[in-house]
């Protein structure tokens, strides 16, 4: 009897294509399309602004009402970027070095510290353990700029105000991507696998480097975006005075604050900045939502 | 009587066996300290330190040059009774909090299911739509171009063109504004991890429990989201309002770049500029880190209250 009406019931759910579609009306998807189109254009628009800005002419740029499409297109604002960029009396490439120098030793050491960090708090029994992690997550719950005067205090005891150091080494200790990196390998690598790798003699250090981290590709990636994205787009830093050792994000506001008649080139240089992560993202996402998938936090 | 002593015993003996145990534990772990040591000690001297450090300072006047002196709470007396701004700003960082938390919240939320109705190639273009924004640095300057303080930039033009207004309103520089424009250009660049979080979470949940929902009589996907969705994803939801918590109070940046600092009137003045003004430019330690204490407190004040609500989703 019960058998009968369960049979029923699935049988009214209606089917869409090849697979079954529960409880899904007309109405639902027409509003819920509708909806993303409005938030989506909220979304996008800005961004495609900023590139027809860096593609037009100085005299598109000048046009009233401004346009949402260019009419000549024209790569000039990009090349004004590089003269524009060569009279300052850092030269545009520093400021370029500065950024990915910051970016790469940072996120490299993130990825090393961090790993480590994470798989023995996800695969090893220790005492500590758990009180560890908990203050790990603690500190994701405010934000580090409210650090930021006795920061600079314990910077400059170090004598690393002004330096490079000031920035790359208190990086590596982003709890974000350790944070991903713990939950993933929890669900991702198998006890059973490091316990046979342990029989068979390999140490601690060697079973994480040559078995967990080749399992947690995807969480590679999502550290490295991570913590890439907060050194990428580092700009003007309490800690840093010197213009030799400003990044480019920096340079790229002074630009844009500069005044209408530099929009052009602003545009130009906003393009460039947000195209290296936006690549990043694109061809690892779906490693990225994978790792994700494990992010939750239990209480 | 014999009875409880001899109870006692064990325990005790137990508990003397239980620290040589732990210490035990720790040395057959060796590896696993050295292995945490280089993050958890840089972790320690960069976000921890820094917190007690500010406790500590913040019942003190120090100017980064002599010895701090020890003045007990009057820091917070005077942030409290005297500084007007304080005040102000605290107004501020609240209705900004309160407003953008939720929303972004909400958003982040309510987008990730959307997307999660799509079929998969389309799903991973719309993501990336939603998701750039957060990604991409200081791009929300664009703001500044699309409300710029000319008849060049977008809404006065738009707005000029319709016979609205007559002369350009000084969008960043007027109070009335400001504070709504952030709020706005905070939301835009809001979707960011906690929403590839929940997009990731809706993307695990098994599919046989809708199927299952569904024969025992959930009739539309408003409940589906409510009584299966929601308390699967619950984990996620957690760790997204985190987030969204600690993002929500740490904006001071895009306000200074959008309206400079201090903003006009200080009318998006925030708890945020208020402890930046006093640490970073009047060297003035000890009151600035009894700022950044009221802030923490603010902070996991909100944590605690937020977990407890979400406890509660789906029951």
Same mark, same amino acid.
């Given at each position: 009897m019960a058998a009968k009406v369960k049979e029923k019931k699935l049988k009214k759910l209606r089917t869409r294509g090849h697979r079954v579609v529960l409880n899904r009306s007309a109405g639902g998807d027409g509003g819920i399309a509708f909806m993303l189109i409005i938030l989506g254009a909220f979304m996008f628009l800005p961004m495609y602004y900023v590139v027809i800005q860096s593609l037009k002419p100085l005299d598109e740029l000048f046009m009233f009402p401004p346009r949402f499409y260019v009419m000549k297109p024209t790569f000039d604002n990009f090349g004004d970027l590089v003269t524009l960029m060569s009279d300052s009396w850092v030269p545009f490439s520093r400021y370029i070095f500065n950024t990915v120098f910051i970016t790469i030793c940072g996120t490299v050491g993130n990825l090393i510290f961090a790993s480590m960090a994470a798989y023995a708090l996800a695969k090893l029994r220790f005492p500590g353990r758990n009180a560890i992690f908990q203050i790990i997550v603690m500190s994701l719950m405010f934000h580090s700029t409210v650090n930021q005067v006795t920061h600079f205090i314990i910077l400059s005891s170090f004598g690393w105000v002004d330096t490079y150091l000031s920035i790359i080494v208190p990086s590596m200790a982003g709890t974000m991507g350790l944070y991903l990196m713990k939950q993933f390998m929890e669900t991702s690598v198998p006890d059973t696998v490091l316990e046979s790798a342990r029989l068979d003699g390999a140490s601690e250090f060697r079973t994480y480097l040559t078995i967990a981290m080749p399992m947690v590709k995807p969480a590679w990636m999502t550290l490295i975006i991570e913590c890439f994205k907060t050194l990428w787009n580092s700009g003007a830093s309490i800690y840093i005075h010197s213009e030799e050792l400003k990044t480019f994000n920096y340079a790229i506001q002074q630009i844009v604050t500069g005044g209408i008649a530099r929009s052009g080139a602003g545009a130009a240089a906003t393009v460039v900045m947000m195209l290296v992560p936006i690549l990043i993202f694109v061809f690892n996402q779906s490693q990225i939502v994978e790792t994700m998938g494990s992010s939750g936090m239990k209480d | 009587m014999s009875q409880t002593t001899e109870t006692k015993r064990p325990v005790k003996r137990s508990e003397m066996s239980k620290l040589r145990w732990t210490w035990k534990e720790m040395k057959r772990n060796k590896t696993a300290y050295f292995m945490i040591a280089p993050f958890f000690l840089l972790f320690i001297i960069f976000t921890v330190l820094p917190v007690f450090l500010s406790m500590i300072l913040s019942l003190t006047d120090f100017n980064m040059l002599e010895f701090p002196e020890f003045?007990? @709470?009057?820091?917070?007396?005077?942030? #409290?009774? %005297? *500084? +007007?701004?304080?005040?102000?700003? $605290? %107004?501020?960082? &609240?209705? #900004?909090?309160?407003?953008?938390?939720?929303?972004?919240?909400l958003l982040s939320l309510l987008i990730a299911w959307f997307i999660n109705e799509l079929p998969p190639k389309i799903r991973a273009v719309v993501t990336l739509i939603f998701y750039a924004p957060s990604i991409s640095g200081n791009v929300y300057?664009? /703001?500044?171009? &699309? #409300? =710029?303080? *000319? %008849?060049?930039? /977008?809404?006065?033009?738009?707005? !000029? +063109?319709?016979? &609205?207004? =007559? =002369?350009?309103?000084? /969008?960043?520089? *007027?109070? *009335?504004? @400001? !504070?709504?424009? $952030?709020?706005?250009?905070?939301l835009w660049t809001s979707l960011g991890t906690a929403f590839l979080s929940f997009i990731a979470g809706f993307q695990t949940i098994d599919r046989s429990m809708y199927e299952a929902a569904a024969v025992d009589g959930i009739k539309n996907r408003w409940q589906e989201l409510w009584y299966i969705t929601l308390p699967t994803m619950r984990p996620q939801m957690m760790f997204g309002a985190v987030l969204a918590i600690t993002n929500s109070f740490g904006f001071g940046a895009v306000v200074d770049a959008l309206c400079g600092f201090p903003s006009v009137d200080y009318a998006a003045h925030t708890i945020m500029h208020h402890l930046s003004d006093y640490g970073g430019a009047r060297y003035e330690v000890g009151y600035s880190s009894a700022i950044a204490v009221v802030l923490f407190i603010i902070m996991f004040a909100s944590n605690v209250v937020i977990k407890k609500a979400l406890s509660k989703v789906g029951e």
């Open positions: - | 003045v007990g @709470v009057t820091n917070y007396t005077r942030l #409290f009774l %005297q *500084d +007007d701004i304080f005040i102000l700003a $605290c %107004q501020n960082t &609240l209705i #900004f909090a309160a407003v953008t938390g939720p929303v972004s919240y300057l664009i /703001w500044k171009t &699309l #409300f =710029s303080s *000319d %008849q060049y930039g /977008w809404a006065n033009a738009t707005l !000029m +063109d319709l016979g &609205l207004i =007559s =002369s350009p309103i000084l /969008w960043f520089e *007027d109070a *009335d504004y @400001v !504070m709504g424009l $952030c709020i706005v250009v905070a």
